[in-house]
């Protein structure tokens, strides 16, 4: 099996030195280091995610990327999502494109409708639209990366009818995944333009997700399509032994889970009940690193899925354990998942 392992943050604002959150700036250079990181230590793709709040510093994926494209040698580079449903897809084109061409052909795209909303009053765009902004986007978005004339016609914009879009990419593929998260619809919608997908699981058992990816590949052969890759997301942490990650990595986990729970009315979490998604049948990748690369590998034969991106970074977790987490994942980790796959 031809396997990729890579990493996403979404720049996560840690604390100071005083407790306080780092300015977005800080944490920004800080991602910067990581992704360098992971490029000199071989990793195949370095992923940041776009969001608008406080907790994340990282807002305008793209141009973070073009500074890692000037900075990093092979590395894959991408996103961990870009919103598309508020983003011009011509222009995310446009964008990408550009960084394709500073990373001499490293660059790609990870689509989705996002974790949060905030995006959408701050471009003034309708919830009420949620599904349509997506549906009729991503279609020009197909027909833009296909990079022949573009003629599209929908609803939530006037119609394109162009000769091309500037500037193409030198090899006149720009890749497009789909993120997605457990419902049939994403998976089939992404197979109807052959988009790869990554699914994104932060709950439960990968098992739980083993039907998707089926269904997935069954649409595909369906509509007549090639096959294409499955990626995974999920978050996770390295270190020397297991009880030394979950001492450095729950702490972090369950505030930022209560903190997000309060928002959205959840019931507190405890550190016993983040401690269970842990185990084998957990959605958390933490722990020594034969822990990690066991559970790693046994999430990609039930997927059969090709590439694996940890999301390395969580909360207020520091940039020196998130540092010694990546090597650790990439000196020890991805071999290893490679070793235990090779017979696959």
């Not at 793709?45 to 494209?69: C, M, N, Q, W």
């Not at 919608?189 to 990968?206: L, N, W």
């Not at 972090?252 to 405890?270: C, F, I, K, Q």
């Amino acid at each position: 099996m031809n396997v990729e392992l890579g990493l996403d943050t979404f720049g996560d604002v840690a604390n100071g030195p005083e407790g306080q959150p780092l300015h977005p700036a800080v944490v920004i250079r800080e991602v910067l280091a990581e992704g360098e990181l992971a490029d000199r230590l071989g990793l195949d793709f370095f992923g940041v995610g776009e969001h608008h709040r406080r907790d994340y510093a990282i807002s305008a994926p793209d141009t973070v990327l073009a500074a890692l494209a000037a900075r990093t040698e092979r590395i894959r580079l991408g996103t961990s999502v870009t919103v598309l449903s508020s983003d011009d897809p011509i222009r995310v084109f446009q964008r990408f494109s550009t960084v394709d061409a500073i990373s001499r052909g490293r660059a790609e795209i990870t689509v989705g409708r996002g974790s949060f909303i905030e995006s959408f009053p701050l471009f003034g765009l309708d919830l009420g639209d949620y599904e349509t902004l997506f549906d009729e986007k991503l279609s020009l978005l197909a027909a833009v990366v296909a990079e022949q004339p573009v003629k599209w016609e929908g609803t939530i914009r006037p119609p394109v009818d162009v000769e091309f879009v500037q500037p193409p990419t030198e090899s006149g593929h720009l890749p497009v995944w789909v993120g997605v998260g457990g419902t049939p619809q994403s998976v089939v919608r992404a197979a109807h333009y052959g988009f790869p997908v990554v699914i994104a699981i932060i709950g439960g058992s990968a098992r739980q997700f083993a039907p998707l990816a089926d269904l997935y590949r069954r649409a595909l052969a369906e509509l007549g399509k090639e096959s294409r890759p499955v990626g995974v997301h999920s978050p996770g942490y390295v270190a020397a032994t297991d009880e030394q990650a979950q001492e450095e990595f729950l702490p972090h986990s369950v505030a930022y889970m209560n903190r997000l729970g309060r928002e959205r009315r959840w019931a507190p979490m405890t550190i016993e009940q983040a401690r269970q998604q842990l185990g084998p049948d957990g959605a958390i990748y933490c722990g020594s690193p034969e822990t990690v690369a066991q559970k790693v590998a046994d999430t990609m034969r039930v997927l059969g899925a090709t590439r694996f991106q940890l999301k390395y970074s969580v909360g207020t977790l520091a940039h020196d354990k998130r540092m010694e987490s990546i090597r650790l994942y990439a000196t020890q980790v991805a071999p290893r998942v490679r070793e235990l796959l090779a017979d696959d």
